[in-house]
């Protein structure tokens, strides 16, 4: 098969075997590169119109309990700046949000247990209570399967949980001894039946991964069925064992959502704050390659600066209103626009 062929036939029956994928990956040319981001455009325009989502994100603690390598709020990383905002702040987070036209808000933190499953549920249903017709996502990490059901049961929606690498060598790779490939997939399936929305999702150019595992990766995405895929380029963090690692190029990274948004078509895809970071474009090249939601910021701007995933990460210094009119020109710049409204997964 020719590029040109594999293109067209994912466009029409969203599957490829193991070869075409990662021929895909490897060898467009300039011309065919421009051809699998307009069949990605055209497969999500059938879908989604022209419409891009908007989530809140709240990132509500940056103390971590695990240890991942690439990670800068690894708690093995002392010179991480840790903070945690109170109950009462993230629901004026929350609140500003609403105000602001957010109809999803994502809470993100690292694995703090300081928030007790009370305490989450706590905060879920208060904001569920407050704003009824909003979505409240969770992306929180690894927990038992009964703590996940009580998240749930007090309003959760979605949840974001990143499998990371499904090739259990490579994830042992990226991660200390106690963290394991086969528990993140268990949550991931936990979730799922639950009936949370639930997204899975990679870093590209992660350390030691090969063209193989991102094929593994995306016929594990198709067996899963996700309803949202987290992708982004890795990015070294300067105190973490990777910090001289090399990033994830752009043009991987495009190429990647392209395929995943015809694999996976009604598949609610962000073009996410790191493809941001290494490109100034790099959330608009997102969308045009087929992702259809961005996720501004609405943390305090107190706190963003100590929220570092990894080195030189944007939009650290702004306001959430600023964060939000910024998003709004990027996307219309790119001829799609900006919806208010839960925009929930469409199955
Ligand atoms: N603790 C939660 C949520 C916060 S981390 C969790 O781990 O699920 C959210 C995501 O940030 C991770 O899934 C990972 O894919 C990404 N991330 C972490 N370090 C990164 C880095 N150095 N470069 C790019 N993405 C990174
Ligand atoms: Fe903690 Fe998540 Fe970072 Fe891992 S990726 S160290 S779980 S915040």
């Known amino acids: 098969m020719t590029n040109t062929e594999r293109i067209g036939k994912l466009k029409k ?41 908007l989530r809140g994100l709240i990132e509500f603690s940056s103390y971590c ?44 933190s690292g694995e703090d247990p300081w928030y007790t499953d009370e305490k989450i549920c706590r905060i879920v249903s208060r904001i569920k209570e407050k704003h009824p017709d909003s979505a409240v996502t ?10 996940y059901q009580r998240y749930f049961d007090a309003g959760a929606d979605r949840y974001l949980l990143r499998h990371e690498t499904i090739n259990a060598e490579h994830y042992s790779r990226l991660h200390p001894e106690e963290m394991s490939r086969d528990n993140r997939v268990r949550c991931l399936y936990d979730l799922k039946e ?42 070294p963090h300067q105190d973490t064992p990777f910090k001289d ?5 752009l043009e991987d990274t495009l190429h990647l959502l392209a395929i995943v948004r015809l694999m996976l078509p009604r598949v609610l895809l962000p073009a996410t704050t790191a493809l941001g970071t290494i490109h100034p ?10 992702a259809n939601v961005v996720m501004p910021n609405l943390s305090p701007s107190d706190v963003r600066e100590k929220y570092m995933l990894y080195d030189g990460k944007i939009c650290t210094g702004d306001e959430a209103a600023e964060c939000r009119r910024c998003m709004e020109r990027r996307i219309e710049s790119t001829g799609y626009r900006v919806v208010v409204s839960r925009g929930d997964f469409r199955g």
């Open 65 to 108: 309990r695990n240890n991942c390598l690439y990670c800068g709020l690894r708690r093995g990383n002392a010179a991480c700046q840790r903070y945690r905002l109170s109950e009462e702040e993230i629901l004026e987070c929350a609140d500003r949000g609403y105000e602001l036209g957010f109809r999803t808000i994502v809470l993100q």
């Open 245 to 249: 690692e090399k990033r994830g190029t």
């Open 138 to 147: 969770l992306s929180i990490g690894e927990k038992s399967r009964e703590s």
């Open 194 to 235: 639950i009936g949370y929305q639930v997204g899975c999702g990679i870093m590209v150019g992660s350390p030691f991964q090969t063209t193989e595992h991102i094929v593994e990766d995306l016929l594990f995405m198709k067996e899963f069925g996700p309803q949202m895929v987290g992708i982004g380029p890795f990015i």
């Open 281 to 290: 474009r790099g959330r608009e090249l997102g969308i045009l390659a087929g």
């Open 13 to 53: 029956v969203h599957m490829l075997g193991a070869e075409d994928l990662g021929a895909l990956l490897t060898t467009l040319s300039d011309g065919e590169e421009q051809a699998l981001c307009d069949a990605a455009c055209e497969v999500r325009r059938e879908v989604y119109g022209r419409d891009v989502y």
